[in-house]
Nanobody, 114 residues
Framework: VQLVESGGGWVQPGGSLRLACTASGFAINRYAMTWYRQAPGRGREPVATITLTGLSIDYASSVKGRFFISRDIMKNTVYLQMNSLKPEDTAVYYC????????WGQGTQVTVSS
C-alpha cells in the first residue's frame, strides 16, 4: 500500500490549489478516504472525508465552503480542491483512509502567505 500526495506549493491568500493523492495497493472506492493536514507545531487533523460510496462527504468547520474533496476511481486518486486559501491553511497535507490505518505518505506542503 502506498499513498502519494502532490500538488502543493506556495500561494497568496485568496488563491487556490488542487491536491492529488494517488493510492496503490488498494481501491479507494472500497474505503472512506480522508485528507489530513499538520501545521507547524500542531497535531495532524482531518480536513475532508469522502465515504466509500462517494455519497457522503464531511469537512472540518474551518474549511467548509472553501475546500472540496472528490475522487477519480479510474485513476485511484483522491483530490482536494482548496479555494480562498488563508495563511492558517499552511500545513503539510496528507491523505489516508479515514481510520488512518495505512502508512503515511510524504505529504505535500501548502504555504499560504503574501
Amino acid at each position: 500500500v502506498q499513498l502519494v500526495e502532490s500538488g502543493g506549493g506556495w500561494v497568496q491568500p485568496g488563491g487556490s490549489l488542487r491536491l492529488a493523492c494517488t493510492a496503490s495497493g488498494f481501491a479507494i472506492n472500497r474505503y472512506a478516504m480522508t485528507w489530513y493536514r499538520q501545521a507547524p507545531g500542531r497535531g495532524r487533523e482531518p480536513v475532508a472525508t469522502i465515504t466509500l460510496t462517494g455519497l457522503s462527504i464531511d469537512y472540518a468547520s474551518s474549511v467548509k465552503g472553501r475546500f472540496f474533496i472528490s475522487r477519480d476511481i479510474m485513476k485511484n486518486t483522491v483530490y482536494l480542491q482548496m479555494n480562498s486559501l488563508k495563511p492558517e491553511d499552511t500545513a503539510v497535507y496528507y491523505c489516508n483512509m479515514r481510520d488512518a490505518s495505512q502508512s503515511w505518505g510524504q505529504g505535500t506542503q501548502v504555504t499560504v502567505s503574501s
